[in-house]
């Protein structure tokens, strides 16, 4: 079974670019998680999709994040425009009954 | 506030010596209580969960117990391998978000 892929692993981009992550989950995992790890702080929680639709968004940091989740399959994390303070490590879990979680590598990003 | 703490926030043993780490936590409505390993550059990797006080498990050479207030994972006789950052988690209710801690960092040296 093949595990969370995320890509791309590393991006590095100015102030005020715009960077798109990627998560594709384990096929069939319905319910799909974006975490983030700020430097220094404890990994926390962004949003939760079950299939396609957003079920708790609380943790995302404004509207400068926007998460898409195409027809309940792969994930995409939109930061338009970035921040200095957006950099961190992302990371994608996804679990089939919101009771387990398997993790994704994570995408480092660097706002420079 | 929910809250989850973890201490040492790093800790060096020898290999053989046995110690354990902690994780407090305060938060209503749990759902269950989480262990991940993590290595350099890699994600969380799932070691246990546990549901209610009292319950305990084990692999290998790790072992997580609960009470009601806090975990601790007890590590037996560490081998080198078992270097990683130790994170502990819980989740609330049935929203399925995970709250961490900032982790443990393990080192085992030969």
């Known amino acids: 079974e093949a595990g969370v892929t995320q890509f791309p692993s590393h991006s590095v981009i100015e102030k005020g670019q715009t960077v798109t992550l990627r998560c594709d989950p384990i096929s069939g995992h319905d319910n799909l998680y974006w975490y983030r790890r700020v430097m220094g702080k404890e990994i926390k929680f962004l949003l939760h999709f079950v299939k396609e639709s957003k079920q708790d968004e609380s943790g995302m940091p404004n509207n400068r994040f926007l998460a898409e989740r195409t027809g309940g399959t792969y994930s995409t994390l939109k930061v338009q425009p970035a921040e200095l303070e957006d950099s961190g490590v992302y990371f994608c879990?996804?679990?089939?009954?919101?009771?387990?979680?398997?993790f994704g590598s994570g995408t480092r990003l660097t706002v420079v | 506030e929910d809250q989850v703490t973890q201490s040492p926030e790093a800790l060096r043993l020898q290999e053989g010596e046995s110690s354990s780490l902690n994780c407090s936590y305060t938060v209503s409505g749990l759902r269950g209580l989480f262990w991940y390993r993590q290595d350099p550059g890699k994600g969380p990797e799932f070691l246990f969960t546990?549901?209610?006080a009292g319950e305990e498990k084990e692999k290998e050479r790790l072992k997580a117990t609960l009470t009601k207030k806090e975990s601790f994972l007890h590590i037996t006789a560490p081998k080198p391998e078992d270097s990683a950052t130790y994170l502990c988690?819980?989740?609330?209710?049935?929203?399925?978000?995970?709250?961490f801690g900032k982790g443990t960092k393990l080192s085992v040296k030969p």
């Open positions: 546990l549901y209610s």
């Open positions: 988690a819980v989740r609330k209710g049935s929203q399925g978000n995970l709250i």
């Open positions: 879990a996804s679990s089939p009954r919101g009771i387990g979680y398997t």
